[in-house]
């Protein structure tokens, strides 16, 4: 009897032991974004946003009581490289779930790799085919490039500019974003006159925008991210083409005004609202997250919180609130990313169902317009 009840002492005081020790093991987060390379403009923010969460979340005394460890490993805009690290964060560091890429090629890359780990990914990139069909692990925080392109399409019809040329980059972006330009145009009364790509690494576009001045084009368009859109800024300016431009929200930051300088001037973009929050009504849901995390960014790092550094915020947000609602085990926070409802970020209001992982609406966006190197709502 006594031996009966010293062995089940024991027992329990190892159960609790078990428990506390558990209690207190971080919970590891993976994160791949492009921090060094060309996308470093979208990487080195998401990274900056993403660590800026974690510390928050730890002042604050974690998640059920467990700090988060993030890890993040820099895929320099290389999907070779973002696979082999998706690679070691899942079978080296063990993580529970990651965050980003940054880039639309390398989250396409790496979806094969946390389908088959069973590992939940929140990608960072906008390309409509990450969540275009549903996979069960994959998630995207960035709005979908088939939203910004309606955003551009409403403003045209209104507009009653119907014959536009496309320029995009040749990458999965630029693929993704050629695809719904063209795929969307005729539901607006859309022609298009005028389709040619360029290479990530072109330095120059003269070629193609002056066979756009010889066409019936009444505005261009260019899909694609810095710095190839800040080059036909500059050449359309030294060319002289009076027609309006367009750019994608890939270029939604202060780093194109700078690379495009005076030749930014009067381009339009679809944005996330972040770089207007302060003239958005007080009735906007996002509107206190948005001037938060503006601010606090800010702070931290001496510039302003910009669209990009939204997509990680809103993804480790996602994140904490599926991780507080359950184990924090892959297939629990899958699941409870599932469930996630009209969670107002930084990037618009997210509701997540087992049909949708993108989560938002074309009300995400806003039409900017770029006057005196700042951004200006056009309403």
């Excluded at 690679?87 to 880039?103: E, M, R, Y």
């Excluded at 948005?290 to 510039?303: A, C, D, G, M, T």
């Amino acid at each position: 009897m006594k031996r009966s009840i010293i062995t089940c002492s024991m027992f329990l005081l190892t159960l609790s032991w078990s428990a506390l020790c558990s209690a207190g093991q971080p919970i590891k987060i993976g994160a791949l974004f492009s921090v060094t390379g060309p996308p470093s403009f979208l990487g080195e923010p998401e990274r900056n946003a993403a660590q800026m969460v974690a510390d928050s979340i730890n002042k604050a005394g974690g998640i059920k009581g467990r700090p988060l460890q993030l890890i993040t490993y820099d895929t320099q805009g290389d999907a070779t490289k973002a696979v082999q690290l998706a690679n070691k964060l899942i079978k080296d560091d063990k993580v529970v779930a990651i965050i980003g890429p940054s880039t639309t090629g390398e989250t396409m890359a790496v979806m094969p790799v946390v389908e088959k780990a069973g590992i939940p990914l929140i990608s960072c990139s906008a390309g409509r085919k990450i969540t275009d069909p549903v996979n069960k692990w994959v998630f995207k925080t960035a709005q979908n490039d088939s939203l910004a392109v309606a955003k551009i399409y409403e403003y045209l019809q209104k507009k009653k500019l119907s014959k536009v040329a496309l320029l995009t980059v040749s990458d999965g972006f630029g693929s993704s974003g050629r695809e719904q330009l063209k795929a969307q145009a005729a539901a607006f009364g859309i022609q298009v006159v005028y389709d040619e790509t360029y290479g990530p690494k072109d330095t120059d576009m003269t070629a193609q925008l002056t066979k756009i001045r010889g066409t019936q084009a009444q505005t261009l368009i260019c899909w694609g991210t810095n710095p190839g859109p800040a080059v036909v800024a500059r050449n359309a300016k030294q060319l002289g083409l009076k027609m309006p431009l367009f750019m994608s929200h890939g270029v939604s930051s202060k780093k194109f005004i700078d690379l495009a300088g005076d030749a930014a001037e009067g381009i339009f973009i679809p944005s996330g609202k972040v770089i207007v929050a302060d003239v958005l009504p007080a009735s906007d849901h996002q509107k206190k997250w948005l001037i938060s995390f503006v601010k606090e960014y800010q702070k931290l790092y001496k510039v302003e919180g910009d669209h990009f550094a939204g997509h990680a915020w809103d993804a480790m947000m996602i994140l904490k609130a599926a991780l507080e609602k359950g184990d924090d085990t892959p297939a629990a926070i899958a699941a409870n990313l599932e469930k996630t409802r009209e969670f107002h970020g930084i990037g618009g209001s997210f509701t997540y169902s087992a049909s949708d992982h993108a989560g938002l609406t074309k009300d995400a966006f806003v039409l900017v317009e770029i006057k005196n190197k700042d951004w200006v709502l056009v309403k």
